[in-house]
């Protein structure tokens, strides 16, 4: 059975190392060597463990105020399925004191829209995502 831990602001710091090391086995690249600047930079991060090991993880990241967004879900292969994401994303929900908790997925997938939708969140429509393409920098 797993275990969920919520880290603030104040105490990302003490599992940065571990949460990237997750990440990073998880398929998680970046070729900016960022994943744990982006971890520090979450308001909140939520992670699953089985005894010591991380089995799953997610962050917040948003003012803290007006709007929290959920990001970089990632759950070990052999731990899908069994209730990890879903408790992770919905104790970081939760967890929020904001105006606003939202998460983005890909449209693509309808497994993932479904997924969150059993999660409790819903899906709002007519809201358009816009977002700055890279190649503009």
């Keep these: 059975m797993h275990n969920i831990k ?3 602001k104040e105490d990302i710091q003490t599992i940065a190392d571990k949460a990237e090391l997750f990440y990073i086995s998880q398929g998680s690249h970046d070729s ?10 979450a308001q909140i ?3 699953a463990f089985i005894g010591d090991d991380i089995v799953g993880a997610a962050k917040v990241v948003g003012d803290g105020v007006r709007f929290s967004t959920i990001v970089d879900l990632v759950v070990g292969k052999q731990y899908r399925g069994q209730g990890v994401g879903t408790d992770l994303v919905q104790s970081l929900a939760k967890s ?25 969140f819903e899906l709002v429509e ?12």
Excluded: M, Q
């Excluded at 900016?32 to 930079?41: E, F, P, Y």
């Excluded at 606003?100 to 939708?117: E, R």
């Design 6 to 8: 919520l880290y603030t």
């Design 32 to 41: 900016r060597g960022n994943i744990k600047n982006a971890i520090l930079g």
């Design 45 to 47: 991060i939520s992670l």
């Design 96 to 120: 929020c004191d904001t105006f606003h908790v939202n998460l983005y997925t890909d449209p693509n997938d309808p497994g993932l829209t479904d997924f969150y939708k059993k999660a409790g």
């Design 126 to 137: 007519g809201v358009y995502d816009f977002e700055w393409p890279k190649d503009k920098n």
